[in-house]
């Protein structure tokens, strides 16, 4: 009998599943003009619950030994729900804290589950796979849809353009971790020729696109990442890396020579920001202002998603920051223990066993510094704690395997 591969894994497939989703929920949205919201969320509920189901199905003592070693992620959520009880609307804000709350959960029993039955790298490969194949949706889209390599500037955060499927914004991130993916497999992973093809074809375009969105988060992202590609990635020899370099420093200078284009257009307002105050600074400061009158506010926080609470302080909807979030929706007990368990233990995990084979993590812990990614429904929930789990559990499970394999020898 065949052994069962990862990708063949039902509770994998799910997991791809509500990936994609969320993916086709925003291009759908923009295409109907958020006519199909309502009903790509309650498919995307359902699709949430099966799969939850389908965990509970599957071994009950695979789910005792997770919830085990993965109890502080279980303490993370009942801490958000405790909290959410303490702010100005207890009831609103426990239901808004589910939307995060429910999704992390699966997603931490689902990869749990995969890092017991299959070895890391495998796990983690196959769902880099997953990703890329699902962000480069976006990437093919502009063009499907009419956008044109002559293009010098489809910045526009606030709404799209006629005929494209999504906002500039979301094109950047897209194509920030299409291409960082792509560069995971191309190095870690045996790939059948048309894919090699169609990854060395598509990584140029995806830079292309980044450079072109305006989206100063994805080009943040990328100048990090090309430190850990210098320093640390030793899959590619030094020359192939300043050669490598030489294509996104031709792009950007390409595109420096067009006065209209993103990299000018984006200088410029950079240039303004400086002058007048970078707006999430100033939303920050309003709120900081706001709790240092209230002080036990930084315990208890104002409830996560609590978007008239903050639009009655700053003159805001939100803090399009998931860190901000945590910290004043939830104070800074509930915000110490997230930031270890998503960012400093998966980091330090990152560096010490996996930066020298893979690019793709650190933008998933940099873009949600500009935007909200907290619940299930936005654009990079999935993979941002879908790799985060799996960086800051990949020993932890390790160890588990080890001690379950010698329990079984005789």
């Not at 020729?193 to 072109?212: C, D, E, G, Q």
Request: charged share 15%.
């Amino acid at each position: 009998m065949k052994q069962k591969t990862v990708t063949n894994d039902l509770v994998f497939r799910l997991l791809f599943l509500n990936l994609g989703l969320v993916i086709v929920g925003y291009a759908l949205s923009v295409l109907t003009d958020r006519g199909s919201v309502g009903l790509m969320r309650s498919l995307k509920y359902l699709v949430l619950a099966v799969s939850m189901l389908h965990l509970l199905k599957v071994n009950f003592n695979v789910l005792r030994l997770l919830s085990r070693y993965m109890r502080e992620l279980f303490l993370l959520s009942i801490l958000f729900i405790i909290f959410a009880l303490m702010s100005y609307d207890p009831l609103a804000s426990v239901l808004k804290v589910l939307t995060y709350v429910v999704p992390f959960l699966y997603v931490s029993f689902a990869v749990g589950y995969l890092l017991l039955r299959f070895p890391t790298q495998t796990v983690l490969l196959a769902l880099i796979n997953s990703v890329n194949w699902v962000y480069f949706i976006p990437v093919v889209s502009y063009f499907v849809s009419g956008g044109k390599f002559t293009d010098t500037n489809i910045y526009n955060p606030a709404s799209h353009e006629e005929g494209t499927v999504f906002i500039s914004n979301h094109y950047g991130w897209a194509s920030t971790i299409f291409l960082l993916t792509g560069l995971d497999l191309l190095r870690n992973r045996v790939l059948p020729a048309w894919r090699k093809l169609l990854l060395s074809a598509a990584s140029p375009v995806a830079l292309y696109l980044v450079l072109i969105s305006g989206n100063r988060t994805s080009w943040l992202s990328l100048a990090v990442v090309a430190l850990v590609f210098i320093f640390r990635y030793r899959r590619i020899s030094f020359y192939w890396k300043v050669t490598l370099s030489l294509l996104p420093m031709a792009l950007v200078l390409y595109l420096l020579q067009d006065p209209d284009s993103a990299i000018n257009t984006r200088v410029e307002k950079t240039r303004i920001q400086q002058n007048k105050g970078e707006p999430r600074a100033e939303l920050s400061g309003k709120v900081v202002h706001y709790f240092n009158e209230s002080p036990h506010l930084w315990v208890t926080g104002i409830g996560v998603f609590n978007k008239e609470k903050v639009l009655e302080i700053s003159g805001w909807s939100g803090y399009h920051n998931s860190y901000y979030e945590v910290l004043f929706g939830a104070g800074v007990i509930v915000f110490a223990f997230f930031f270890y368990l998503i960012v400093i233990r998966p980091g330090w995990y990152y560096f010490r066993f996996f930066s020298t084979r893979y690019l793709c993590f650190l933008p998933l812990l940099i873009i949600p510094f500009f935007e909200s990614n907290l619940t299930g429904g936005q654009f990079l929930f999935f993979p941002w704690f879908i790799m985060a789990i799996l960086m800051g559990y990949s020993r932890t499970f390790a160890k588990i395997k080890i001690i379950i394999e010698n329990s079984r020898t005789p």
